[in-house]
């Protein structure tokens, strides 16, 4: 759900600024916004963060030292920025050495980076560069020139090019040309926007000869090496220096933590609006309702403060979603279609239940969804992404259809079916997922129907594709298809009407609107451009209907192919006696989870995005940003 925020100020006078850094923005998760620039009123806060210079060194101190331990003694501001200095000075005193090793490796790194994407190229530089008589050059030209150059000097005898790398930006190519022609050929790739990259190596290695007899490849190996030599001895000779001039690698750790933390404390301060003459400080920012009043409960009883208060702003609030831990790993998917506007239902839970649903309908199987469901465990509480959650949920789905299919591995012999085999019931599979289908439609356009209300959108209630006049013509129509299949009874004047005047509604949807509000009228719009634009609205409107409807036929058709798929992989593995070829049974299912588990995730995730959201959801709220200070 999306949580209710509010939107709050803190005021107290200059003096006492750290005290609520302190004390409050490092408890509560306050997104605080920039206080307005009112010349004459308020003004803001500029002054500079005096720990900057501490914390560029700091920056350079925390790969050597590593993050500070868990437990350990505090350490006071002066002692932390102090330690860093010290540290810093001694390090400076014999960073020299490290110094020139930094320059050498970036060195080794950009020369690196000019021979990858010749690696291909098989021979040795030694015997290009010795060349007398040919003239080459080794470069990169944009992919369109490229093409230019294959259209018009391909069939060119006097130059021969061989293609090394490409990607969507550049083709990276080397060409030989006699040495009499080398200016002429020379001038024409500079017009096709050639760039030439020289592969001598300005680097002076322990061997110097290596450039000379080694191609490409082996030399990109060898330089690679040579940069893995460099690293590690960089590492020694920092943690050399930080033994001998800094003393305990813990305790600098700590001390660059504490300074880490003091920089940001202050650097929140920027958020805050001064009072003409600076003495008094306003914070303000959006917070949870309920830590608001938390918060005002606190600085009631606190006299350094002078109020807070609940203000008014014309922007939006920030999003927070709060969902239970088991529908939470389905806020990723949320998140990547839009986060809800404040005041819209958060989809996260609707998600969450027709996710699991659909992926379990189409993926039935037990052994498979045992192993999805193991998989998700082990990217969830191992790897700490989002997906393993979702994939073990939608794993102990597959298992539950596994059972109603009776299907353990694509053995469907072993196991009773609790409720259908998709591949001997295919209509009653397709005409289950298409009723399936018409109730998650019926229930967007529902809760449509409950944001239009949260929002006062009583025009779009009553009378849009997907309020009122779209329920009642979608529920006739599907009435009369039931009746027509089932009783084989045709039309009626009910239905008609039931049909034709909610349609009615639905493409004067607009002018009806802008009666009821008053709204002017648009002096532009002609009699025959609004006729064109509601066609083509009431078309597309009734496209989307039949179009969203059968969507979901693909539920039941993929339960049919991955049965009809396994059914491929028991026929392939069958052998002689009744025997079974282990290998190729185990590499079927592999084969089959894979492809079938990628397919069926991206195929539920679009009904959801394009035949369920699109009719309720918007999307495009701003997602909360915490300004909390983390404490040392």
């Known amino acids: 759900m999306v949580e ?59 790969p050597m030292v590593g993050s500070a331990p868990s437990i350990h003694f505090p350490i006071g501001s002066t002692a932390a920025v102090n330690l860093v200095e010290a540290a810093w000075a001694k390090l400076d005193k014999h960073g020299e050495e490290l110094q020139l090793l930094e320059d050498r490796l970036q060195a080794v790194r950009a020369y690196i980076n000019r021979l990858q994407p010749f690696e291909d190229f098989d021979a040795p530089l030694n015997l290009i560069e010795s060349m007398t008589l040919i003239h080459h050059r080794f470069g990169r030209m944009p992919i369109n020139h490229f093409r230019q150059y294959e259209t018009f000097l391909q069939d060119d005898e006097k130059i021969i090019l061989q293609v090394c790398k490409r990607n969507k930006e550049y083709v990276w190519v080397v060409y030989f040309t006699p040495r009499e022609h080398g200016d002429a050929v020379d001038v024409v790739f500079s017009s096709l926007h050639f760039e030439g990259i020289s592969l001598k190596n300005p680097v002076k290695a322990n061997d110097d000869t290596v450039s000379e007899r080694l191609d490409p490849k082996k030399l990109l190996q060898y330089w690679q090496g040579y940069q893995a030599a460099l690293e590690m001895e960089r590492e020694a000779i920092a943690q050399k220096n930080i033994e001998e001039t800094i003393g305990s690698k813990e305790r600098l750790s700590i001390a660059c ?67 239970p831990p088991i529908i939470r790993s389905f806020e990723f998917f949320t998140r990547l279609y839009g986060l809800p506007v404040y005041g819209e239902m958060d989809p996260t839970p609707l998600l969450a239940v027709t996710y699991t649903l659909l992926f379990g309908l189409m993926f039935g199987d037990v052994g498979h969804g045992l192993v999805l469901g193991m998989l998700g465990l082990y990217i969830h509480l191992v790897m700490k992404k989002p997906l393993g959650g979702i994939l073990a949920i939608v794993g102990i789905s597959a ?34 997922a298409v009723g399936v289908g018409v109730g998650l439609i019926v229930l967007s356009m529902c809760l449509h129907m409950y944001n239009a209300i949260r929002q006062g959108r009583i025009g779009d209630l009553l009378f849009g594709a997907n309020g009122v006049a779209g329920v009642l013509f979608y ?30 509604f639905v493409a004067l949807k607009h002018p009806i609107i802008h009666f009821l509000e008053k709204r002017p ?35 039941g058709a993929f339960a049919i192919s991955h049965a009809g798929m396994m059914h491929v992989v028991m026929q392939l593995s069958q052998g002689a006696a009744g025997s079974r070829n282990l290998l190729i049974l185990i ?15 991206i195929q539920v995730l679009r009904l959801d995005f394009y035949e369920i959201f699109s009719r309720f959801y918007t999307g495009g709220g701003q997602d909360f940003a915490s300004s909390r200070v983390k404490r040392l």
């Open 257 to 323: 933590t504490k300074v880490k933390s003091l920089y940001e404390s202050f650097d929140v301060k920027k958020h805050a609006a001064l009072s003409k003459r600076k003495r008094i400080f306003t914070f303000i920012g959006w917070m949870a309702e309920k830590e608001a009043k938390s918060l005002e409960e606190e600085i009631a009883h606190d006299d350094l403060i002078l109020f807070t208060r609940y203000g008014e702003t014309n922007d939006a609030p920030p999003i927070r979603l709060k969902n």
């Open 587 to 601: 590499l079927g299912n592999v084969l089959v989870m894979a492809i079938e588990g990628l397919l069926v995730g």
């Open 4 to 62: 209710k925020m509010k939107y709050i100020s803190i005021t107290g006078h200059i003096s006492h600024m750290n005290h609520v850094v302190n004390r409050y923005l490092s408890r509560y998760d306050i997104q605080l916004e920039s206080a307005p620039n009112l010349p004459g009123q308020l003004a803001p806060f500029t002054t500079l963060n005096p720990y900057t210079a501490t914390m560029e060194k700091v920056d350079k101190f925390l």
């Open 475 to 504: 529920s006739a129509v599907l009435w009369l298809a039931f009746r027509t299949l089932f009783w084989g009874q045709g039309f009626s004047p009910a239905i008609i009407g039931l049909i034709v005047i909610p349609l009615f």
């Open 399 to 432: 298992m539950v259809f596994g059972f109603l299919y009776g299907s353990i591995f694509g053995f469907e012999d072993l196991l009773p079916a609790l409720w259908r085999r998709p591949m001997t019931d295919i209509t009653g599979t397709l005409l289950f």
């Open 521 to 555: 009228k648009d002096k532009d719009a002609g009699l025959g451009m609004f006729l064109f634009n509601t066609i083509i609205e009431l078309f597309e409107t009734l496209l989307t209907y039949a179009t969203n409807t059968i969507s979901f036929v693909r539920v």
